[in-house]
Each structure stands twice: as C-alpha cells, then as structure tokens.
C-alpha cells in the first residue's frame, strides 16, 4: 500500500518535486510489521527513539490512515507537543494536515463509501470514516484522553511535551493499551526518557 498508493511531501529545494512517492527504507517497512504486533496482537505501548528527518510522523500517520480505512473498529488518537502542530489549516506539518495531504491523493475507488472528501475532511482536529472508524486530535492537555476509548494514540515528540509528559502518560492509562511515542532525545528528566530505560516498554 505505502509503495503503491502513499505520498510524502517535502518543500525543500532537494529536488525538482515536492510531491514525492513514498518509497519506505527496510527500516521503516520493519516498523510497520512491528506496529502490528503492537498493537493489534501484544496490545502494548511502544516507544520510538529516531533522529530527525528520518520520516517516522510521516509513517505513523500513514500507517493510521491504512488502519482507519482497512481496519474495523479502528480509532487513534494523535497528538503532538503542542495544540497548533496537531491541527492548523492549510499549515502541512501538522498531524492533520499531512493526513488531509494523504487522504486527498488516495484513488477516489479507495475512499471509503459514503465518505465526501470535501466535507469530511474540513472539521477540526477529526476525520471520521462513515463506518465508524476515526482519526482523532487532542492538545496535549494534562487530561488528555480521559473519558475517551481508542485503539492507539499517537504522542508525536513526546520527550518535549510539557510537564515532561507525566500527566499526559498518566491521563491515558484508561484510554488505550497502545501508546506509540516516536521522539527525538531531550534529556533525561521527562517521561520519554523514563520509559526508555524502564526495561519494561517495547523500543524500536
């Protein structure tokens, strides 16, 4: 599917396209297989530690929007370490916006039925798939999450959230067996860095 049907977009002047097919590296494509086991079979967390433009958000939002349209019973909720990078219309980096970019570019015979892409990709913060399935976006709030069941969350950047993400990953106890927390570094006094040295969390 990511080989044949999904696009990265990159405005650098690299090369002579922005819009560019993406083609995963082994590493990536050993992601997904792991992603899987995660969180469908082990129904566990996983943490992610990458080094920065290495496509990791890209992917994960990707393999969401894969989930959302080909998994039953599918909801994730996505987000990142600050309210503007989950969702700011018609700004690309964010988490919502690189699905909408996505969704946009699927074969309209792979939409899923009854699904208006100029309608229902315009709420905030929500793509909902008519059979139930959703793509959900919180701020990264103390409470984040609580009250709400999903099938994954996604905590994008996770060792720069504020507080050091320790409310956040409490919030979420009840919400989710599978939090997927993809980041960069950022020392050790925050939750990220607890989780990477627990012995305990799952790390790719």
Not at 54 to 73: C, D, M, N, P, Q
Not at 76 to 86: A, C, H, N
Not at 121 to 131: E, H, S, V
Request: aromatic fraction near 14%; include cysteine; glycine fraction near 6%.
């Amino acid at each position: 599917w990511f080989e044949m049907y999904a696009w990265g977009y990159d405005p650098r002047a690299r090369t002579s396209l922005s819009e560019v097919p993406f083609i995963l590296f082994p590493r990536q494509a050993e992601l997904l297989t792991v992603l899987a086991e995660t969180v469908f079979h082990k129904r566990t967390s996983i943490l992610i530690e990458k080094a920065r433009d290495e496509g990791a958000t890209e992917e994960l939002v990707r393999w969401g929007i894969h989930s959302w349209r080909f998994r039953k019973g599918f909801s994730m909720l996505l987000s990142s370490r600050t309210e503007d990078e989950v969702d700011t219309k018609k700004k690309q980096g964010t988490l919502f916006e690189r699905a909408r970019f996505q969704i946009r570019r699927l074969p309209y015979w792979m939409l899923p039925e009854n699904f208006d892409i100029e309608k229902d990709l315009l709420p905030d913060k929500l793509i909902a798939n008519p059979n139930g399935n959703t793509l959900v976006g919180q701020a990264p709030v103390e409470n984040i999450g609580r009250g709400d069941r999903v099938t994954c969350a996604l905590f994008d950047e996770f060792a720069f959230w504020r507080f050091g993400g320790y409310p956040q990953f409490r919030s979420m106890s009840q919400t989710t067996d599978s939090i997927i927390m993809p980041s960069s570094v950022a020392g050790k006094l925050n939750q990220y860095a607890d989780i990477a040295f627990d012995g305990v969390t799952d790390k790719f």
